[in-house]
């Protein structure tokens, strides 16, 4: 601006001094004109100083976006970095590649259902390639276990079969004197032989809702060959009831009480391979089999004592423990239902039922 101005005062002083020379104007008057306009050239320049150029606002506006993008833009970068670093280690490639683990779990209606099933479900999701068989038993399923299975983030299949009322604990027998969840564990084992015919991978373990297992029973067994065992910590009225092993077999087991059955081993003990499962259609639980044979009764038609594979260092790691929930107390429960002040039976702490028609002594 200032020097197409500038550029103009020139061409026209210029132009006045060529058309004083023509004109022949009087000296005087060329003077005061060249004189004003040189004076508004430079109160314009001047004003000119003061302000600041057009330009320059412009370029400073743009300057301010610039880097608010460019903070924006290290703000994100920042971001995908902690995104990245949050993100959980790459699975092992070879996760799908792992044997399944079929868990039969049986289980019935009491007040502490929810609560052993909740447990459970949350030592499961932390194991991979598991699959969770929930057998129910009652005539239906119940929607607390229906519920909570949906809810789980596990993979499951939810059975139902009621134990045979004759076969049934009543009032006041002792929980030993007949094996519970016999039919449940068998149509377990039927699931298992109609779904699972092809030669997939896997192992069956019998996993009763109340017991607590540690996370590395589950990659001990991951690859049972046939039948593998280890020892179970709380059982028997024992610290532990383990196979005995020596040179890397078992030869005995360490046991309290008729050490000579077949296989005097608790449930959470072992775990016999899919195939083996598969290729011996018969083999079940006996539910009329004498207290304390009814892991024997399934396993003699599979296995022998010199087949059995010792897992957890050769048998000499507890990784399960047979523990026992103790049974709530509801004596003030009651004593409010009498008259009228119960607990809301719209909340869902246990199965809807009054009182617990089963014993559950220890064994
Ligand atoms: C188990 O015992 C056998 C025979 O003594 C030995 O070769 C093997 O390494 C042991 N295994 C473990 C996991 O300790």
Redesign the pocket.
Known sequence: MDGVFLLFVAIFTAYLGTMATRMKLKLKTVFVLYFTVSLMGLVYALMQLGQRCDCTEHDMAKDRAISRLRDELHRLQAQIRQLEEAKPPQKQPSKSSLPTIFVITPTYARLVQKAELTRLSHTFLHVPQLHWIVVEDSPQKTPLVTDLLMKSGLTYTHLHVPTAKERKLQEGDPSWLKPRGVEQRNEGLRWLREDRRDGQQGVVYFADDDNTYSLQIFEEMRNTQRVSVWPVGLVGAMKFESPV?E??KVVRFHTGWRPNRPFPMDMAGFAVSLKLVLTNPEACFDGEAPMGFLESSFLKGLVTMDELE?KA??CTKVLVWHTRTEKPKMKREEALQAQGLGSDPAVEASPERKVQQRRDDNR
């Open positions: 092993v040179g890397g010792p260092d050769n």
